[in-house]
C-alpha cells in the first residue's frame, strides 16, 4: 500500500465472502477506542514501509480485515476502490476510512512482533 498508488500482496482468496460471526482478530484490535483522526505522515510512512515486510499469512490477514472492516461498515459493493484479483489485491491508503487504517498499523506492528 501507498500514499498514492496501490500495493499488492501475494496470495489472496477474492472469492471469500463473511458470514454474520465473530472474526477474533479484527475483535481484539478494536476492543480499545479507535481514534478518529487520521494518521500523521510519520505513522502512514511507517505503516507503508512496514506493510512490505509482512509474510503470506500478514498479507492474507490484512485482507481480510480489509474485507470484514467494509463488509460490518458498508453496503457498497466496492472495496475501497482497490484492485483484487486471485492471486492479488491493492489499496490507495489514503481511500482507507481512518479508522480501519488504524485499525491495519496495529495489527501490522504486532503481526511482524510476533513473526520475528
Known sequence: MTDSSTHRGDSF???NSFQSGD???YTMLTQEKIS???LPAAQKNSFIKKVTKL????KELMY???????HQNSDDMNLYDGLV???SAGFDFDSLPVEL??????FVLMHLDLTK
Open 36 to 38: 478518529k483522526k487520521d
Open 101 to 106: 487504517k488504524h485499525i491495519l498499523l496495529k
Open 23 to 25: 472474526f477474533p482478530l
Open 85 to 87: 484479483t486471485k492471486t
Open 64 to 70: 481480510a480485515l480489509i474485507k470484514y472492516y467494509h
Open 13 to 15: 482468496q477474492s472469492g
Open 55 to 58: 509474510d503470506k499469512p500478514g
